[in-house]
C-alpha cells in the first residue's frame, strides 16, 4: 500500500498526465493515447483519492464529474465589458468598415490592414477568469456588462483546462464560445426520442441551455466544446498582434479555432468569407458568419469603440434564412423608457434551425411603411442571433379579412395615455415609473453600477419585490425591512442583510449618477454629468423651462424636451421627493453657468491601475463633476494618464505618446487645485 508522500507524488504525476492528454485530446485534436488508456489513468487517480481524502485537490481532473447542483446562477459583473459586435451583410458593408478603419488610422486608400479572420460560433459567448493560472470563475455574456456564473458547469467540459500549462500571467480573462458539434446534438436527440425526454430545436439554443443548467451533472451528457478567441482583463504585457496572442493562448492550454487566418486587407477579408462560406456545410459545427479583427493591437487602441461594439472589428454575417408565414395578432410591449413596440404573432414556422412564433415590427412607422396587417402572409428573416423580423407582405396572399394595425390609446399594462410626439417613429406610455412594465425595468437601471450601484439587487430579487407589492417606486428599496427581504425566495437572513447594507451604502451618491439612475429618456452617464455640473442643485433642474436646459453643452432641443417633460410628471417629482426623504443624498456642489468655467473642462483623462484612496468609477465622478472626460483608450488628445496601482498597457501607451502621467498624489492634487 503507498505511503501518503508516495501517494502524493504519484497523484501529481497522474493529473499531470490526464491533463496533459487532455490538452493533446481536446486542444491539438492529436491524441497520444487510447480512451481506454486514458480512462485507466483517470480511474487510478480516483482510486488514489479516495484512499486519500487530503489528495482530493479541487483543481483535480476527477472534480470534473459528480457536482453538486447550485440553488441558482448568481449574477457576475464583468471587469470588462463583452461587447457586441457590428454586422456586415453585404460585401459593401465590410468594404465600409475597411475604409472606415484606414480613415481612422489615417492610411492611404492603398494601404491594407492587416486582420485577423474566424469563423463566427453559434454557441453561447462565456468569460473564463483565471488567476495565477487556475480557472476561478466562468460567467455568460448576458446584456455585456452583467451575466449570470455558470463555474459549476464549466468545470465539466474536458476541453476546459482547470489550470493553465506554462507560466501564464496573474490574472488572465478569456473569452470563449460554447458550442455543441452537429453530429453529437443529433446523437442527444435521438437518444432523448427513446427515452422519451424533451428534444432539443438546434444546437445552438442547447448549448446555450445546458450551459445555464443548475445541475453540473447534465453537462457530462452533452457534447459541448469550445474555441477561445478574446481577451478580457488581464495583467499581461499583450504581444503586438492578436493572432500573436491567441498562439500563446494555445500554448498554455486553451483551445482556439483551427481556422484562424490573418489575412490583408479587404480583399483578403473577403476571399476568407467566402472560403469559409463554402466549407460550411462540411465543418462539424455551426457557424452563422465570420468576424474580421484588426490584428494590431495598437491599431485597435488607436479605432477604440462606439457605443457598445469595438471600432476594430466586425461580424460578416451568411445570408440570412426565410420562410413564409401568417400573422396572427399584433401586441405591443412596454419597454424600459415608455416605448410601445409592436410585435407580431405568428403561426409557427421553422427559420434557420428555429422555431419562430414572434417578430418585432420595431415601431408604427415600420409597420405603416411595410402596410403589415393582421391575416397577412408574411417573409420572416433570421440571420443568426438577430431577433426575427418581418421583411415583406405578400400581397398577393392578403385576404378580405385582413385588419390594420391600430396604436392603441392606453397603455395596455397600465392604461396610462399613449402618446407619439409628431416626428417620431416610438409612441410612449405616460405612465413613467408608475406604470408596472417600466417599473421593473426602471429598477435594475436605478440599480445598476454606473447609476446608484446597488450590490446585490438583481433582477429576480427585483422581480420578487414588484410582483409581491413591496416595490412601486425606487423610493421603496429604501423602505424596505429585514423581514421583507429576507422572506424572498431562496434569501437568507445573511443575504438580506448584505442588500440592506448595500441599499443603505447607496443613499451616498453624486447628482450625476441620481440623475442618470432616474432613467430620463436620452439622458446618458455624460448627459446626466453635464446637467448636474451645469444646474449643481435639482431643485433649478426641476424649476429649469426648456430654454435653460438647452443651455447646458451638448443638450440640444429634443433631450432638454425629455428633461423637462419627465421633471413636469407629478408622479416622477413624488419619486425624487420620497427618494430624498428616505435620505438619497450627494455631496453640494456650485452651480457652474456654463462648462467652460469647469477647471477640467476640455481635457480628457485615462484610468489605469488601482486608486486606494476612490473607485475608479469615484475618480471618474470627481473628473466628470470638473467638466472632464474619461476616455477607454490613450491617443494623442488625452491630456492625463492616472496610473494607480498595477498598472496596464495603457501606462505604456501613455509614455509612448508622451502623454502626461499622474500618481494617484499627483491625481489627488489635481483635484484639489481645481476650484
Known sequence: MSTPTSAQGRALELRRQIEYHNYRYHVLD???????????????????????????????????VGATPVGELRDVTHAVPMLSLDNAFLDEDLLAFDKRVRDKLELGDDARVEYAAEPKLDGLAVSFRYEKGKLVQAATRGDGLHGEDITHNVLELKSVPHRLDGSPPGVLEVRGEVFMTIAGFKRMNEQALKDGEKVFVNPRNSAAGSMRQLDPNLIRKRPLDVFFYGLGETDWQ?????????????????????????????????????????????????IDGVVYKVNSYRQQRELGFVSRAPRWAIAHKFPAHEENTVVREVEFQVGRTGALTPVARLEPVFVGGVTVSNATLH???????????IGDTVVI??????????????????????????LPLQCPVCGSEVERVEGEAVARCTGGLFCPAQRKEALRHFAARRALDIEGLGSKIIDQLVDGGLVNSPA?????????????????????????DALAKSKSTTLARFLYALGIRDVGESTAAALAAYFGKIDALLEADEAAIQEVPDVGPIVAAHVHHFFQQPQNRAVIDGLRQRGVHWPAQQRRAAASEGALNGKTFVLTGSLDSM??????????????????????????????????????KAQELGVTVLDEAGFLKLLETSP
Open 238 to 286: 499583450l504581444p503586438a498582434r492578436h493572432s500573436e496572442a491567441l498562439d500563446q493562448l494555445k500554448k498554455w492550454g486553451l483551445k482556439i479555432s483551427p481556422l484562424i487566418k490573418v489575412v490583408q486587407g479587404a480583399a483578403g477579408c473577403l476571399e476568407y468569407y467566402r472560403d469559409i462560406g463554402a466549407r460550411r456545410a462540411k465543418l462539424s459545427y455551426e
Open 615 to 652: 473607485s475608479r468609477d469615484q475618480a471618474a465622478d470627481r473628473i466628470a463633476a470638473l467638466g472632464g472626460k474619461v476616455s477607454g483608450s490613450v491617443s494623442k488628445k488625452t491630456a492625463y494618464v492616472v496610473a494607480g496601482a498595477d498598472p496596464g498597457s495603457k501606462l505604456a
Open 381 to 406: 428573416r433570421r440571420a443568426g442571433d438577430v431577433i426575427p423580423e418581418i421583411v415583406k407582405v405578400i400581397l398577393e396572399k392578403r385576404p378580405k379579412s385582413a385588419r390594420k394595425v391600430k
Open 30 to 64: 492529436d491524441p497520444e493515447i487510447s480512451d481506454a488508456e486514458y480512462d485507466r489513468l483517470l480511474k487510478e487517480l480516483k482510486s488514489l483519492e479516495a484512499k486519500h481524502p487530503e489528495l482530493a485537490a479541487p483543481d483535480s481532473p476527477t472534480q470534473r
Open 476 to 500: 421603496d428599496l429604501y423602505s424596505l425591512t429585514l423581514e421583507q427581504i429576507a422572506g424572498l425566495e431562496r434569501m437568507a437572513e445573511k443575504s438580506a442583510q448584505n442588500l440592506l
Open 363 to 373: 415601431n408604427m412607422d415600420e409597420v405603416e411603411r411595410k402596410d403589415v396587417r
